[in-house]
């Protein structure tokens, strides 16, 4: 059976910073590329950042690219997203998904994905 588990969300104020982390289990991660979504309340699911199977290629939505770094542990099968200087318009429910990777590329559409965790919420205060 397929898990994934984010951790790490809560309330924080504009400026701070977060680290989230999706643990994986059911699958090998090194063999799956990664990514965390967000959904805002009224808003559809957007891309936030993707990570290869092995960690060398990252890809940024254009609205955290310098502030939020996505990064991975095949060992420990997790995957993590740093996010510094953070804005009230951050506030939604953090997804990781998981969709298997035969070339290392990274996926920005939500369809490409196959697994999916439940989602931790951040809640950035003004």
């Known amino acids: 059976q397929v898990q994934l588990v984010e951790s790490g969300g809560g309330l924080v104020q504009a400026g701070g910073s977060l680290r989230l982390s999706c643990a994986v289990a059911?699958?090998?991660?090194?063999?799956?590329?990664m990514g965390w979504f967000r959904q805002a309340p009224g808003k559809e699911r957007e891309f936030v950042a993707a990570?290869?199977?092995?960690?060398?290629?990252?890809y940024y939505a254009d609205s955290v690219k310098g502030r939020f770094t996505i990064s991975r542990d095949n060992v420990k099968n997790t995957v993590y997203l740093q996010m510094n200087s953070l804005k009230p318009e951050d506030t939604a429910v953090y997804y990781c998904?998981?969709?298997?990777?035969?070339?290392?590329?990274?996926?920005?559409?939500?369809?490409?994905?196959?697994?999916w965790g439940q989602g931790t919420q951040v809640t950035v205060s003004s």
């Open positions: 998904a998981a969709v298997a990777s035969l070339y290392g590329g990274t996926y920005v559409r939500n369809y490409e994905y196959r697994y």
């Open positions: 059911g699958i090998t991660s090194s063999s799956y590329a």
């Open positions: 990570i290869n199977r092995s960690g060398g290629n990252t």
